[in-house]
């Protein structure tokens, strides 16, 4: 969550290889402004992160979703990782993957009073790597081990992540995101602005449908765009991405005012309502299958997950819970999350989506197991 705030880098490429952005806030327990500033400083052979690895930076968190979030390291194959972003899997996609792996190893991040330390509750002044290795096997390698195990696919690859993004992961500060609309979002040319903008967008829509920002802090200090551009300019540009993310279902409109003379104004977000299944069933017979069979499946898990959860008490479900922590089922960080939640007192009812899922999937695991039995 820390990352969809600043952009990892520019927009469009700039000069040099360092880029430094502040966002003026308000800070509530001080009662004053603050300054909260990130400073991004590319390695002198590969340069500041480009916008394309923003997807492999997400195709990698999707990788420890994955596996649980079990390790630092997380072992795979290029060809899954291309898959999970929505590139072919082909020598050009393997290439510019190996690429952005280099530029994300070789960048350091300095926040100055901008890194919540969820587990501590308290904002920190952080310099560190995304990552500290990559691992990477070459062709040769890879033949010997697809003649020695007769198998196509091989997991040789990994990386490891930094023990400060590793602790956040283990604090519960990540939210999933829907991979099948960001690889949809990706598609085409110029979506650097609307990956970006629908990130910040479905971090802030979590509070609720419509999302206000200040246009320049948003532009400028979150997106990446250039510094030097006008309102109106900003303002064509977000046009272009509100466009985007309409036609990709996601946004149903955008407003702009402008608060005072010489201000840059105010750009409000509004969310566009989830379609149901019926609707997206009759757009296969349009033409859209595979979107909107994607749509059928997450409108029926919803509806199943939501089915399941009328049927529970709230005592039942902590019984399932807390036997489902006794027993060590799940990550290490869906543990956590759950041990949070039952610390201030939160009921599941009233929980993140993340909460539920551990519970139901224990009391499904158990149910299954007596079945057998």
Sequence with gaps: MNLVEFPLGPITPIANNTMEVEHQVWDRGLRRAVTRRMVVTGSAAFGLPRPIDDQVLI???????????????????RYHLCR???????????????ASLDRIAGTTLKFRDAWWDKGEQEWK?????????????????????RASTG????????FVWSEV?????????????????????ATGRRREVPLRLFRILDKRFHYGD??????????????????????????????RATD??????????????????GSGGTVVFCKRPKRRARSAASSVHNGSSHDAAAEIVGSAEEDAHKSWLSQQTEDGLLRWETAAIAAAFGSELERNIVQDHRSQGTSVFASGRIRQQYIRRYATAKDKDAVSA
């Design 210 to 239: 419509t999302a206000k920002f200040d246009l320049r802090r948003l532009c400028v200090g979150t997106l990446g765009l250039n510094s030097h551009y006008s309102p109106s300019q900003m303002l064509r540009i977000l046009q």
């Design 59 to 77: 195709g990698m968190k999707s990788l420890s979703h994955e596996a649980g979030y079990a390790s630092r390291t997380v072992e795979f194959s």
């Design 125 to 145: 002044s952080r310099t560190f790597h995304l990552i500290e290795e990559v691992d990477l096997c070459s062709r040769d390698r890879l033949d010997r081990r």
């Design 165 to 185: 993004i590793w602790k956040s992961f283990q604090d519960g500060f990540i939210k999933t995101l829907d991979m099948a609309l960001f690889r949809r979002i």
């Design 244 to 261: 985007w993310l309409v036609e990709c279902g996601y946004l149903a409109a955008m407003d702009y005012s402008r608060k005072s003379i």
């Design 151 to 158: 198998k196509a696919e091989q997991q040789l690859c990994s």
């Design 84 to 98: 999970i972003i929505g590139w072919n899997a082909d020598g050009r996609a393997y290439r510019r993957l190996e």
